[in-house]
């Protein structure tokens, strides 16, 4: 079965400093790996994904992640927080095969990242 | 691509009541998923259509709870003799093959 863990219920960072939102998975194979974001009475917005090739992918609104296999860990990073990234951040793993239990997504539980101005 | 549309969006409604969720995909999208959120959590999945078959199904969708996709366009979703517990937001997506699901703006029931 595979799992998504976010250690960090809450991230504060100061506006204009760098940020990171933590992930660590568990799936057999290489992971699809996925960052979703939420706003308020919203539903999830995707922001990148990671499939294969490079371990630095980039999305949306300058945000970021790394892929590290030894670690098993999919970090979002921005290098410089905007007030209006507050926001909830899921993480989401897929299993790479085809077949049962291949189609869902498995979501942490969200990291609430909090940007003061 | 008018995104994922969903509706209603609130629904309130009193244990033992039947209720149904429409969900309409990204037009050009063949996968169609169900999703269900509870405070404080991530959402867990539901049920998941390629075109019009149903092709997974998750322990949590209990049989009061059925799903469908007529035709392969929109789906609906069913809670029968609601419960408390079902109070949540249910969250549809979609996707082209096997690429990123995109989120509808979800429907928050609660059962009073």
């Known amino acids: 079965a595979q799992s998504v863990a976010q250690p960090e219920d809450q991230v504060n960072v100061a506006e204009g400093n760098p940020l990171t939102v933590k992930c660590t998975y568990s799936?057999?194979?290489?992971?699809?790996l996925f960052w979703y974001v939420q706003y308020p009475n919203r539903g999830l917005q995707f922001l990148l994904k990671?499939?294969?090739?490079?371990?630095l992918v980039k999305g949306s609104y300058g945000f970021e992640a790394e892929f590290n296999k030894s670690q098993t860990s999919f970090h979002l990073k921005k290098p410089s927080a905007l007030v209006s990234d507050s926001a909830l951040y899921f993480c989401?793993?897929?299993?790479?095969?085809?077949?049962?239990?291949?189609?869902?997504?498995?979501f942490g539980k969200g990291t609430k990242l909090s940007v003061i101005p | 691509d008018t995104g994922v549309s969903q509706n209603p969006r609130h629904k309130i409604t009193k244990r033992g009541q039947n209720v149904t969720f429409r969900c309409d995909p990204i037009?050009?999208?063949?996968?169609l998923y169900w999703y269900r959120q509870t405070l404080g959590q991530g959402p867990e999945f539901l049920t998941y259509f390629q075109n019009e078959a149903q092709l997974e199904k998750s322990r949590l969708l209990s049989d009061r709870f059925s799903a469908e996709r007529p035709k392969g366009s929109f789906s609906t979703l069913e809670i029968q003799r609601t419960e408390q517990g079902d109070s949540a937001m249910y969250l549809c997506a979609s996707s082209l093959a096997n690429n990123e699901q995109y989120f509808g703006p979800g429907t928050r029931l609660t059962v009073t």
């Open positions: 037009s050009e999208h063949n996968r």
């Open positions: 990671y499939i294969t090739g490079d371990n």
């Open positions: 799936v057999s194979g290489n992971p699809y």
């Open positions: 989401a793993v897929r299993a790479p095969y085809s077949g049962a239990g291949s189609y869902q997504l498995t």
